[in-house]
C-alpha cells in the first residue's frame, strides 16, 4: 500500500532542494557551484564562483546485508499500515514492503510476529553535539550570541561527535537528526542534517546532499538577551527591523554577484564582489538553497514573518515550537510553511502561555504541515511517546486520526522539510533502508525499539550488547554502556 500525503511546506521548496543538489542517491557529496560560502579563488579567466560545500559529507554506509522481517504491523510513514507486513532491505535501500514476501537466499529473517515496524525517527530540532552531555560551560556551544545577527556561523562546527546523547537518542529510535544553532540571535546561523552514526568528525556523519539550513529566531529570546545589554533589538520593532536590515544588504549582495557573474560569462574583466560570509548565507536563502527553519512561538508573529518572507521573496520551511500553529493553520497551508511542536510543552514564558495540548493534531487536521519536535536531549530519546501524547490529546477533542497517519509527524514529514524526503523518512521502495523494529506498538510507554538499522546495517541491537553503540568519550566512564 503506498500513500503519497500532501506534503504543502515543501511545494515550494523544490527549486531549493535541486539547487543544492540534494538526495542524489550517492553518498559522496560533492562541491556545488553558486550560492554558498566558499572561496573566491580561481585560476586566471575563471569565472569566481561560490562553493556550496566546502565541508562536504564523508560519510559511508556500514556494509548491509540482505534482511526480511517478516509478519509485523507496518506503518511506512505515509499513512499505511500492513498488518502481517514484512519489509525487505537490500544493499542498503528499501526493495519490497508487502505480505508473503520471499525471503532471498542468504538473508537473515526475523521473525516481526507482535511487534511493529516503522521507518526511523527523525529529530527536526535538537542540539545534541553542540550542547552535550556533560553539560558543562566549556561544552556550551550552542548559540554564539555576540552579535544579533551570526548568520556567519555553522553549527557543525560546534559539532562534538563524541556527545553520548548520540547513542541514547538512537536507543529511541532516531536515525537523523537536524542539529541547530540556540535561538538567542535574530540570525543564528546555520543547521545540519545528521546522520545517527558514531564518527570521528562531524563530516563522518553528515546526511549526503540535505541542504543547508538556516535558523531565524523571532520572539522574546533575541529582544531579551540584546534589550539586557542595552542594544537593539530589544523589542518585536527591533526584532523585524533587524530582519529587514539583513535582507535588504543580501539582497543587494546577491545583485553584485549575478552583475559579476553575467559580466565575467559575457568576456569582460570584472573583478568579483567581496566575499562576506554572513551574506553567503543569507543569499543562499534567498536563492532557495539553504532552508530557513525558524524559531517562533505566537500566531501573531507567524503571520508577520511570513509577510516579511513574502517581502523579501524567500520560503519559511517550517516554524519551530510553534505553540499557536492551532491558530492559523490555514496561513501556514497557504505560505507551504510546517510547524515543528512539541506535545504538551507551553506556559514557560508568555510566548509559550497559550498552547494547546490538541496543538499538533488541530494543526495536522486542518491541513497544515505539522510534526514532532524535542528540542531536548532527553525528549529525543522518547519521540514515539510524544506523538502518541498528541495523538491522544487530538483523539479526546474529536479528531480523527490513525495511529498510521500520526507517524508520519516524526518521519515523512520532517524529511520533507529538511529536504530529504526522497531519500528517507518513509517505507518505499528504493528509499534507505531507515527502519525500527519495535517490541510492540510504538505508541505504548511499554515499548521499546528492539533494533534499528540505518542505510540497512543494523545499528542497534537492545539484547545484544555488542550493537549497542558507546562513543569512545565514554569508555571507562561510570555506568559505561547503560541505556
Request: hydrophobic letters at 35%.
Amino acid at each position: 500500500m503506498t500513500l503519497k500525503p500532501s506534503l504543502p511546506a515543501l511545494a515550494a521548496c523544490t527549486a531549493a532542494i535541486a539547487l543544492a543538489a540534494c538526495s542524489s542517491g550517492s553518498d559522496t557529496a560533492s562541491s556545488g557551484s553558486a550560492g554558498s560560502a566558499g572561496s573566491n579563488s580561481g585560476e586566471s579567466g575563471d569565472i569566481v564562483r561560490i562553493n556550496l560545500d566546502p565541508y562536504p559529507s564523508t560519510y559511508t554506509p556500514r556494509p548491509s546485508g540482505t534482511t526480511l522481517i517478516r509478519g509485523a504491523t507496518v506503518l511506512d510513514g505515509i499513512g499505511g499500515q500492513i498488518e502481517n507486513g514484512d519489509v525487505l532491505i537490500e544493499n542498503g535501500r528499501i526493495a519490497a514492503v508487502g505480505t508473503g514476501l520471499e525471503a532471498p537466499d542468504g538473508a537473515t529473517v526475523i521473525d516481526g510476529a507482535g511487534r511493529y515496524v516503522t521507518p526511523g525517527i527523525i529529530d527536526i530540532h535538537s542540539h545534541l553535539g553542540a550542547y552535550p552531555s556533560p553539560g558543562v560551560s566549556a561544552h556550551s556551544d550552542g548559540n554564539e550570541a555576540t552579535e544579533p545577527v551570526t548568520a556567519e556561523v555553522w553549527v557543525e562546527h560546534s559539532v562534538w561527535p563524541q556527545d553520548p546523547g548520540f547513542e541514547h537518542a538512537l536507543a529511541g529510535g532516531v536515525t537523523t537528526l537536524h542539529v541547530l544553532p540556540g535561538s538567542a540571535n535574530l540570525f543564528g546561523g546555520r543547521g545540519i542534517t545528521l546522520r545517527n552514526v558514531p564518527g570521528r568528525t562531524v563530516q563522518e556523519m553528515k546526511f549526503p546532499g540535505a541542504p543547508y539550513t538556516l535558523k531565524m529566531a523571532c520572539g522574546e529570546n533575541p529582544s531579551r538577551v540584546y534589550g539586557n545589554r542595552g542594544r537593539s533589538p530589544a523589542t518585536d520593532m527591533g526584532n523585524m527591523a533587524g530582519y529587514r536590515a539583513s535582507w535588504i544588504e543580501a539582497s543587494n549582495y546577491r545583485d553584485s554577484w549575478h552583475e559579476y557573474w553575467e559580466a565575467a560569462e559575457n568576456g569582460e574583466d570584472v573583478d568579483p564582489p567581496t566575499q562576506d560570509l554572513e551574506l553567503d548565507t543569507l543569499m543562499g536563502v534567498l536563492e532557495g538553497e539553504i532552508l530557513v527553519q525558524q524559531h517562533c512561538y505566537r500566531a501573531d508573529q507567524m503571520a508577520q514573518i511570513m509577510d516579511m518572507a513574502e517581502e523579501f521573496g524567500y520560503q519559511v520551511t517550517t516554524f519551530h515550537h510553534a505553540v499557536e500553529a492551532y491558530k492559523i493553520p490555514d496561513l501556514l497551508a497557504e505560505h507551504n510553511v510546517c510547524a515543528a511542536v512539541w506535545a504538551d510543552w507551553g506556559g514557560f514564558k508568555m510566548e509559550a502561555y497559550d498552547t494547546v495540548r490538541e496543538n499538533l493534531a488541530m494543526t495536522h487536521a486542518n491541513g497544515a504541515c505539522a510534526m514532532i519536535h524535542s528540542d531536548d536531549a532527553n525528549g529525543i530519546q522518547r519521540l514515539n511517546q510524544e506523538i502518541a501524547k498528541a495523538l491522544a490529546d487530538g483523539r479526546r477533542a474529536g479528531l480523527d486520526i490513525s495511529e498510521a497517519e500520526a507517524w508520519a509527524w516524526a518521519s515523512s514529514r520532517p524529511a520533507q522539510a529538511l529536504g530529504i524526503g526522497d531519500e528517507t523518512g518513509s517505507l518505499q521502495e528504493g528509499y534507505r533502508a531507515d527502519v525500527v523494529l519495535w517490541s510492540g506498538n510504538p505508541f505504548s510507554t511499554y515499548t521499546r525499539a528492539d533494533q534499528v538499522w540505518i542505510d540497512g546495517a543494523l545499528s542497534y541491537d537492545r539484547r545484544n550488547s555488542d550493537l549497542q553503540p558507546v562513543r569512545d568519550f565514554m569508555l571507562g566512564q561510570p555506568g559505561e554502556g547503560e541505556q
